[in-house]
């Protein structure tokens, strides 16, 4: 029952906030109170709420929908709506009933409808269920409904305490710039309100939930107020309706939430504004042959239009669309940030070294020799011995040199297209210009990414054309065909099956610089680099090997327990959950490492705990580092100045860095997170994970000068 309620709360929080495109439980509160500073307006929008989520849930529809609250968030403002136009009286409750009802099957459809398209429903069905009442009611005298007088329209009722009344009455007789008079009124004016007490504790509640979002409110009012003044298309002046409910809120739409913030997406919320303007006026004169008030029509269409303008794209370019909305424009910015570093493998094939033990780059990419125009991003790998020579004395044959007759591999699984098989192999400083690429086998990867290896032995291939590949496959041996003078692998990816094609830039998924010991990951060799796979260490990979029914009961020194399950969802992705705080934290674990790649849920489950512990855990046991997303779901007012100028520079990184460190009956891996503000760097966690060969057995954890113990229980 207590869950049901929280629920339940939960969704009704959420379509409060939702209407200033937020998921906070903070802001939601704000604006259920500040609503009620029109009491008939507040209580009828509270009830149409309640009646919207009672359907959606009795109905059986989709949980998280009725949760997030894009279900019942119109039905709200229709009952606000209703309240601030029309006097109470029975008819009133029987229409707001009805069009509660209208309202609840257009947001179901439209949000079903448009989501195929990836396209939001906003507030389109509160306008045409408001706009059917107010044709119904203006037609038939007989419904009943009683509107207000104009006057009313906007304004606190008269039944509010007195004292309430004061304080109201004094902030809006505040001598303040009438432009900042005009802002607060607008941002209240979406609630149907007219009151600067409203504007200010909404703004000051928008600005603690968003930094970024606040600013695209002041820019979209700024650039309006500007551009009406150039026109002087509303010679009055913009009503603080139009200009909150179309103008304020398309910037932020278009600038920070749709978007991913950006100077970009400032721009083009800018350049949003004048187009606002014409479909304001031009929808107005439509509907004023009908007595229809625009709403927020305007920006809805503008939304869309532009939303589904930049779907349309081939190429996304540098301004993207949200892929995961987290109704929060920081966190979607950080998110996208982060992620665009750390999630290589979604924009990228797993691509490996084609071949066993660590050979040398002998010409990398923009090579001296051969590596020029056309063919510049292109690899060449030889095998040396300790003093860089690769052959052996006297090194006068193929045979003398290291990587003569050695085995070639597939870089990744794929189709081979092309094998040529049958050139002689070169006497040493001799080439073959006539056959330049000497033997070589292209193998189909995917549309548009191939590989190819080049100057292999004469018929030493182990494939033939329509084959198909695993990565790690052995392929054929290194030779000194084509133009070579001496043994060595030419490696290349490119995006056409054709030998002699146009090079591509592509990274390897992993490697090691044996001189360094650094693991790469996602990267190109430099010449001179001595490079290897990576050796996977049995008791990492075994300590991390969570498949789904993985079952593991979690107890910490303070007496907190928890049980974590292993699932997979419908998109075949992993992840955590726990039951007692229903946290969840999604995983990859391929062939080379374990990482997290995001959580929800309370942050005091001690799953989030080890998702900051186990971020990125290399299998070969080589040191790690990597960087969190920026946390922007606590009250943090030292990171607000990273948060607007977010959009155009990021100076805040937390860095997570990990070694490993091996004893008699197992391993530790050493664990440290730290805030670097330009150079200047502050201890956030340090942290030890202990794993045995049944795997990890417990978690050290200290944090703000807090020592956790967490005992790992396998059933």
């Known amino acids: 029952m207590k869950r049901k309620l929280q629920y339940y709360l939960q969704a009704a929080l959420n379509s409060y906030a939702i209407l200033f495109f937020s998921q906070n439980k903070i802001l939601g509160a704000l604006l259920f109170v500040v609503s009620m500073f029109d009491p008939n307006a507040g209580i009828s929008g509270l009830i149409a709420l309640i009646v919207s989520l009672a359907l959606v849930s009795g109905l059986g529809f ?48 439209l949000t079903a409808w448009l989501g195929k398209y990836a396209l939001p429903t906003l507030s389109i069905p509160f306008v045409i269920s408001f706009w059917i009442v107010l044709i119904a009611a203006n037609g038939y005298t007989g419904m009943g409904l009683i509107q207000k007088s104009s006057s009313l329209v906007f304004e606190l009722t008269t039944s509010v305490p007195s004292h309430f009344t004061r304080i109201c009455n004094f902030f809006d007789r505040l001598h303040m710039p009438a432009y900042v008079d005009l802002f607060f009124r607008s941002v209240s004016a979406l609630l149907f309100q007219n009151s600067i007490l409203a504007g200010i504790l909404i703004s000051i509640g928008f600005f603690i939930h968003s930094r970024i979002g606040f600013s695209l409110l002041v820019i979209g009012f700024v650039v309006a107020c500007v551009v009406n003044h150039l026109t002087g298309t509303y010679p009055e002046g913009i009503s603080n309706y139009h200009l909150g409910a179309n103008f304020m809120m398309v910037s932020c739409a278009i600038g920070g939430f749709f978007f991913i913030p950006s100077w970009r997406s400032y721009l083009w919320a800018i350049a949003t504004i004048p187009f606002i303007f014409l479909m304001l006026n031009g929808i107005s004169r439509i509907l004023g042959l009908y007595n229809l008030p625009v709403f927020s029509m305007p920006f809805c269409l503008a939304t869309l239009g532009m939303l589904h303008f930049f779907l349309l794209r081939k190429q996304p370019g540098k301004l993207q669309l949200t892929a995961i909305q987290n109704y929060s424009p920081e966190t979607n910015l950080y998110q996208f940030v982060n992620g665009r570093k750390r999630f290589k493998e979604l924009s990228y094939l797993a691509l490996r070294l084609p071949f066993m033990g660590s050979w040398t780059v002998s010409q990398a990419y923009n090579g001296t020799i051969t590596h020029k125009g056309e063919w510049n991003e292109a690899l060449d790998f030889v095998l040396t011995d300790f003093d860089q020579k690769t052959y052996a004395q006297p090194g006068t044959t193929p045979e003398d040199y290291y990587c003569y007759n050695k085995p070639v591999l597939a870089s990744a699984d794929g189709v081979i297209q092309e094998v040529i098989n049958h050139i002689e192999d070169n006497a040493i400083g001799q080439i073959n210009l006539s056959q330049n690429w000497g033997n070589t086998i292209v193998i189909k990867h995917s549309d548009h990414l191939y590989t190819k290896v080049s100057h292999l032995k004469k018929n030493s291939a182990k494939v033939k054309a329509g084959d198909y590949v695993k990565h790690g496959e052995i392929i054929a041996l290194c030779g000194n065909s084509g133009r070579s003078p001496e043994p060595h692998l030419h490696f290349q990816v490119q995006a056409t099956p054709f030998i002699g094609s146009k090079t591509i830039a592509y990274p390897f998924v992993s490697y090691v610089n044996e001189k360094s010991d650094v693991l790469k990951s996602f990267d190109i060799p430099l010449e001179d680099e001595v490079v290897k796979s990576p050796e996977i260490n049995p008791y990492l990979k075994n300590a991390f090997h969570f498949q789904p029914g993985y079952v593991v009961n979690i107890s910490t020194d303070g007496g907190q327990k928890e049980t974590w399950e292993v699932f997979t969802d419908d998109y075949n992705y992993t992840y955590f959950f726990c039951h007692e705080t229903a946290a969840i934290a999604y995983f990859v674990s391929n062939e080379y490492v374990f990482y997290f790649s995001r959580f929800y849920g309370s942050r005091s489950s001690v799953l989030y705990r080890f998702y900051q512990t186990a971020y990125r855990v290399s299998y070969s046991a080589h040191a790690v580092k990597d960087t969190y997303a920026m946390h922007t779901g606590q009250f943090n007012p030292a990171q607000w100045l990273q948060d607007l100028l977010a959009p155009f520079y990021i100076f805040t990184k937390n860095i997570y860095s990990n070694f490993i460190i091996h004893h008699g009956d197992g391993i530790d891996i050493s664990v440290d997170a730290c805030a670097q503000v330009f150079n200047h760097r502050r201890s956030l966690m340090q942290a030890n994970i202990k794993i045995t060969s049944e795997g990890i057995t417990q978690l050290n954890i200290q944090q703000k000068g807090k020592l956790l113990k967490v005992t790992w229980h396998r059933d």
């Open 62 to 109: 989709n949980k998280e929908e009725i949760k997030s609250g894009l279900y019942s968030f119109n039905s709200l403002l229709l009952g606000i709506g209703f309240g601030t136009f029309y006097n109470y009286n029975y008819t009133f409750w029987l229409w707001l009933s009805a069009a509660c009802l209208l309202c609840v099957v257009l947001s179901v459809n």
